[in-house]
């Protein structure tokens, strides 16, 4: 279970500050599939921040998995981000020196698998994602459909607690953004992989069990998928 | 902590691999050549320092010097003393001599250097003198009438090519006068002159002691004698062997002779030695600081990723040592390569001192300094760098 509890983030201490973050309070749900929505600027990504561990908040609390974030320090951050969290970038974010399987090799090694180990878990997540054959070429040999699918490798590959992206198919034609998104699904549905995802497109919609709308750094409306498959505001 | 090198490892070697090879060969390159200087400078002053420690004992001053004791000019019943010494196992030469500065004049040239008055078969025991004739021959026993002037001495007809006062170009078979401090004034012939390569030799003249104990009248006496030994630097333990055989004189050794101009020389090198380190070091330091730096901060983002993905600060810091230690292994293998050249270079054309041909003097301890110090520089200009462009924030990194 994720909580997030009264966030505010507000950037620029001095005379223009900007409250990207505004008094926000979350619970997800193991195995729930969590659309973020709202406008640019509306602090999606910086939510997904908070999260990610990959910046902290000004005030609030975020507990994850019963650990409290804000107690940890650099390093143990740094092994938490490591072992608990993947996180996707819009830009995919791959390491351009190494080739799709090292990317993917790289976070299993840090946690101190094997080699045996590392390479059966690499091959067997870039199976899941569709990559079986492309392993061997570096990010820049790629394109960007198969990028982000190496870098969700990478987040998966220490089978992580929650999978965070943002805006993963913003740089996707449709059909590779479908791609995308029905891999989620199916990570969501068969591993029961806890997934937190932004998005601004209206038709990703329908892939989320639950959707949060954000504006101006506050959350403006909650829905919520029914037993019928509709999604409806939750109170 | 093992795992965190293997990672660390495995991220400098694809950097390595996959980097600009451009830019890591100019590094190690340079490194290399940080290398060589490191070692080439100081060998040669060594070399140097090898060089005129063998010119003091094979020119001047043998091993030993026996001088009187004091307050007295003379060594009286030398050669009983010379007996006695060459009876001492170790020793291989004795030769007693006078010194005395004597007026020489040639053609309206008057000069007045040092001369030498020695027994030549024992000089020879001794010093080199003998091997450097450059035309006529060498005193030999016996000899009365005749001098040997060093070529410095014997100078040239023009004057603008002499380097000390000279008797302006006389040549051997020539006859010069000398006055004696004693007030006598006696002709000689020119027999030979010498081409040493030393300074005290080739600018000074050379007597028989028979001669000069006929000037003089005296006889069995020295100012001098000189010791040659088997093996040299163990002059400290021969001259405590001599004691033992009851030598009462005073025993210098050729170091305490030599010593202040040697100090000298050898101090003002050790200057440009240690200048030349620190320039090369401080040179390695800027080039691999430099070269990492800019490494760094291109790859900023990549940083900023894998920080995200939870690579921790310590990992990356060390992928980069690793690769600065990676530029150091390399460089300091090519420059030992090409030092090793540069040897080989020299040893076919020497480089030629006064003195004679320098042979550079690489040996372990200044391989092993100038490893370490290239190593040590390596880690530091590695880390620091890397250290600063790790702190920044991921958030900020990643954007670029
Ligand atoms: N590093 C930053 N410094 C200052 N303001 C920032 C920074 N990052 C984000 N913001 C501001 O915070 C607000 C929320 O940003 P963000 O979370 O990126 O929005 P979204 O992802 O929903 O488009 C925006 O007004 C943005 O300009
Ligand atoms: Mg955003």
Redesign the interface.
């Given at each position: 279970m994720i909580i997030g509890r009264d966030l505010t983030r507000i950037y620029g201490m001095g005379a223009v500050q900007v409250r990207a973050l505004d008094g926000v309070s979350v619970e997800i749900q193991k195995g729930d599939f969590v659309g973020i929505m709202g406008p640019s600027g509306s602090g999606k990504s910086t939510l997904l921040?908070m999260f990610?561990l990959?910046?902290r908040p000004t005030s609030g609390t975020i507990i994850i998995d019963g650990v409290d974030a804000g107690t940890l320090d650099?390093?143990a951050r740094?092994?938490?981000?490591?072992?608990r969290?993947g996180?996707v970038?819009q830009d995919y974010?791959?390491?351009?020196?190494?080739t799709a399987k090292?990317n993917v090799y790289?976070?299993s090694?840090?946690r101190?698998m094997t080699a045996q180990e590392c390479t059966l878990a690499c091959s067997e997540i870039l199976t899941l994602v569709g990559l079986g054959n492309r392993i061997h070429h570096?990010p820049g040999e790629m394109s960007g459909g198969e990028q982000q699918r190496v870098a969700i490798a990478?987040?998966l590959v220490?089978r992580p607690t929650l999978l965070l992206a943002d805006e993963p198919c913003a740089n996707l034609d449709s059909q590779n953004s479908k791609i995308i998104l029905d891999l989620f699904q199916r990570l969501n549905r068969d591993l029961h992989q806890t997934i937190v995802m932004v998005s601004h497109e209206e038709w990703h919609k329908r892939y989320f069990d639950r959707i949060i709308s954000m504006k101006d750094g506050v959350i403006e409306e909650e829905v919520n998928r029914n037993e019928g498959g509709e999604l409806t505001p939750s109170p | 902590m093992f795992e965190e090198s293997k990672v660390a490892f495995f991220l400098a070697k694809r950097s390595i691999l996959r980097g600009n090879k451009g830019t890591l060969s100019l590094t190690i390159l340079i490194i290399g050549m940080v290398f060589v200087n490191l070692i080439f400078l100081p060998s040669i002053i060594t070399g140097v320092a090898v060089l005129f420690n063998q010119q003091s004992i094979d020119y001047s001053y043998g091993n030993l010097v026996i001088e009187p004791k004091k307050n007295q000019v003379y060594i009286t019943q030398v050669s009983e003393l010379q007996r006695k010494l060459e009876r001492i196992p170790g020793i291989t030469g004795v030769s007693p001599r006078y010194l005395t500065s004597a007026t020489i004049s040639y053609k309206g040239n008057v000069v007045t250097p040092v001369l030498y008055a020695i027994n030549p078969s024992d000089e020879q025991g001794v010093l080199r003198i003998a091997t450097k004739v450059s035309s006529g021959s060498y005193l030999a026993d016996g000899d009365t009438g005749q001098i040997v002037l060093g070529f410095r001495l014997a100078g040239n007809e023009d004057e603008k090519l002499d380097v000390v006062p000279s008797l302006g170009g006389v040549s051997v078979g020539r006859v010069v006068d000398i006055s004696f401090n004693n007030g006598v004034t006696r002709q000689y012939r020119v027999k030979g002159i010498v081409t040493s390569n030393s300074f005290s030799v080739d600018s000074n003249a050379f007597i028989t002691k028979k001669e000069y104990e006929d000037v003089f009248g005296i006889e069995d006496m020295a100012n001098q004698v000189l010791v040659r030994t088997i093996e040299t630097g163990k002059e400290n333990e021969m001259r405590n062997t001599l004691l033992s055989f009851g030598v009462q004189e005073k025993i210098w050794t050729w170091q305490e002779k030599s010593a202040n101009f040697l100090n000298q020389i050898i101090g003002s090198f050790n200057i440009i030695n240690f200048i030349g380190t620190a320039v090369s070091l401080v040179i390695a330091i800027v080039v691999i600081f430099i070269v990492i730096f800019i490494n760094t901060v291109y790859r900023r983002k990549q940083i900023g990723i894998l920080k995200a993905i939870g690579i921790d600060r310590s990992i990356i810091i060390k992928s980069y040592l690793f690769q600065a230690l990676f530029i150091f292994a390399i460089g300091t293998l090519m420059g030992g390569v090409f030092l090793l050249l540069i040897l080989q270079l020299l040893a076919a054309n020497p480089i030629v001192f006064p003195g004679g041909p320098v042979a550079p003097v690489v040996d372990l301890p200044l391989i092993v300094r100038s490893t370490m110090s290239l190593f040590i520089v390596s880690l530091i200009a590695g880390y620091v760098p890397a250290w600063i462009t790790t702190r920044e924030d991921i958030l900020s990194a990643i954007r670029g």
């Open positions: 921040h990610g990959l910046d650099e390093r740094t092994q938490f981000r490591l072992r969290l996180y970038f974010a791959l390491v351009p020196e190494l090292e790289l976070p090694m840090a101190g570096l990478r987040a220490n | -």
